[in-house]
């Protein structure tokens, strides 16, 4: 059966290729952001917030370094068994990468927007929004493959389960019916050895005399 293609490629070869892109596109922003991002050095200015919102987000912004590096490398580990997942056509696999994406994009977006307001170049702050909105998107692109792949995975293992399901329900009902042949041919047999030794007429063993 011939796959469906989108831009020249596969529903499997795309889902490859979206967990590769995963792993360079997260080594490349950490490479990015580390100088941007405020690594817990940040508890002298504590005290003038007040409400708790100020008090998350002022967490938030101290220690984003270490919440996108520890963010990240769930990222690459979730990517790595993503391409396990396409290879062993591993369902769950597939959409807890899905899912783990859209969380951590928008963490990055929480993020983004806390610690922008910080910077007071504004080439920077362009730059900053612009690697993150090309990388949203093009997760979007990639992620359409996964999806899809997802379905077909989901929809080959549905059809499994059902085909291995009429195969027990067949092989019963073809011992049941094996059973039944064979408990009647030994009925047969039994009513036919029973006919044998009933029906056998009788000698008599005494002599007759003769005068």
């Known amino acids: ?3 469906q293609r989108w831009c020249g490629m596969t529903a499997k ?3 490859v290729l979206s967990g590769v892109f995963t792993i360079l596109a ?3 922003y950490l490479i990015f952001e580390q100088k941007y991002l405020g690594n817990g050095n940040c508890t002298e200015i504590a ?3 007040k409400g708790s ?3 998350i987000n002022n967490f938030i912004t101290c ?3 270490k919440i996108v590096l520890f963010l990240s490398f769930i ?8 391409l396990y997942s396409v290879y062993a056509q591993i369902f769950r696999g597939l959409v807890i990468y899905i899912v783990w994406i859209f969380f951590y994009e928008a963490v990055n977006v929480a993020i983004q927007i806390l610690t922008n307001i910080d910077l007071s170049i504004e080439e920077v702050r362009v730059m900053r929004w612009f690697g993150l909105v090309c990388r949203t998107l093009l997760h979007c692109f990639w992620m359409f493959f996964v999806i899809t792949y997802a379905h077909i995975t989901y929809k080959n293992q549905s059809q499994g389960s059902i085909i291995s399901y009429k195969r027990r329900i067949s092989m019963v009902e073809s011992m049941h019916n094996r059973n039944k042949r064979l408990s009647g041919f030994t009925g047969l047999g039994g009513l036919h050895l029973e006919s044998q030794h009933f029906g056998r007429p009788r000698r ?8």
Do not use: A
């Open 13 to 15: 070869m795309g889902s």
């Open 1 to 3: 059966m011939k796959q």
């Open 204 to 211: 008599c063993s005494g002599k007759t005399s003769v005068k």
């Open 47 to 49: 005290p003038k917030y």
């Open 53 to 55: 919102s100020d008090i």
């Open 26 to 28: 997260v080594d490349m």
């Open 75 to 82: 990222t690459i580990f979730i990517s790595c068994f993503l």
């Open 63 to 65: 220690w984003s370094w």
